[in-house]
C-alpha cells in the first residue's frame, strides 16, 4: 500500500472501529442490564396514585401526546393538526408519498421548525403507532388514560415491566427530552420521570381508588424470548421438527 492509499484509508478504519464499538454498546444493552421493578409485598395506593399523576403530565404533554392520537399526527407546543396533512397509514409510518421519512430523518434538524427526526438500525426511526393498536391518549385524562396506558390490549400488549422497560429505553419516548430546537421539554426530567414510572410500579399500578392492586409486574420482552427458545429446545429434541414422525395411533 503506498502512503497515499493507506492515509486515504485511515479515516474508513476509523469509521470502522467506532461503528463495531456502537455494535457493541447496542448488544450490551440489546442483551439486557434492565431489571424491572418488582410489586412491593406493601403497596401504598395513595403513593401510586400520586406517582401517575406525575407520568400522567407527561403522557398528555405535546412532545408525547402529538403522536399518541386516534387520527393524524399533530405538532408544535399547541397540539395542531400537523401541516402538511399526513395519514398514520397502516404501519403508522404514513402512506407514499408523504411517509413520514420523507421528511423527517434520522435526526433532528438543527433549525425551528423543522422535522424533528431519529435513528433506527441505521434508518429514519420516526413513526407513529399502528392502525390496528392506536394507542391513543387524545382527550383522555386520570383513570381512563391510565387504563389505556397499562392494558396490554391498548398499550401493545406490554406488562407492567414491559411498560417501565419501553418508558426507560425506547428512543421514541427519549426524543422527547432531546426535542430539537424551539420545542418545549416535558414538565419533569427523565431521571423523576422513570422514578415516578417505579414507585407507580412499586406500588401495584393503581389507576383508580378501588380496583384490586396489581401483584405482579409481569414478564419482561428479554424473559419471553428467553423462555420462546428454551421451548422451541425442548420441541426440537422431541424429534417433532425432524422426520421421525411419531406412530399415530388409529382412532
Ligand atoms: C414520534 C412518535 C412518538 C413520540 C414522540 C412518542 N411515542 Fe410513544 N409510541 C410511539 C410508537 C410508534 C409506539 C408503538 C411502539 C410499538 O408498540 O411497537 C409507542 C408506544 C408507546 C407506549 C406503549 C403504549 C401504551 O399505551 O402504553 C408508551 C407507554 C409510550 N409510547 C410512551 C411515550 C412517552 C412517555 C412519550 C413522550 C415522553 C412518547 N411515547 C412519545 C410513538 C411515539
Ligand atoms: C412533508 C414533510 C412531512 C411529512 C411527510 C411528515 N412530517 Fe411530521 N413534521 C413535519 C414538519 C416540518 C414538522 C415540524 C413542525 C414544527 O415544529 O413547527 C413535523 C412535526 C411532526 C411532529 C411534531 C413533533 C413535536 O412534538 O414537535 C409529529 C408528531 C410528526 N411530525 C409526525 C409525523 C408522522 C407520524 C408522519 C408520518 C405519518 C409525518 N410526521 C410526516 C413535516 C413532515
Redesign the pocket.
Known sequence: MTQRTALLYRPLAFFATLLSFTATAAAASATGTFEPTQVSATPNRGAGLQAFAQIERVLSH??CL??HVPDA????DFKRV?Y?P????LDG??VAP???A???STQNSPLA????GLETDGKPG???PPAHMKMSWLGLSGPALCKVFRDPKTNGARSLAMLEEHMATDHLVLWAWE?GPG?QLPPIDKPSFDEQVRTWIRNGAPCNSSEPLRTSAGRTRAALNADFAKSLRVVSNSGVLTNQTPARSQP
Not at 73 to 76: F, I, K, R, V
Not at 86 to 89: D, E, L, S, T
Not at 113 to 116: H, L, Q
Open positions: 405535546p412532545r402529538n403522536c399526527p399533530l405538532q408544535g400537523h402538511p399526513v395519514q398514520r397509514g409510518r404514513g408523504l411517509q413520514c420523507t421528511c423527517h421548525n423543522a422535522p424533528p420516526w413513526h407513529m426535542p420545542r
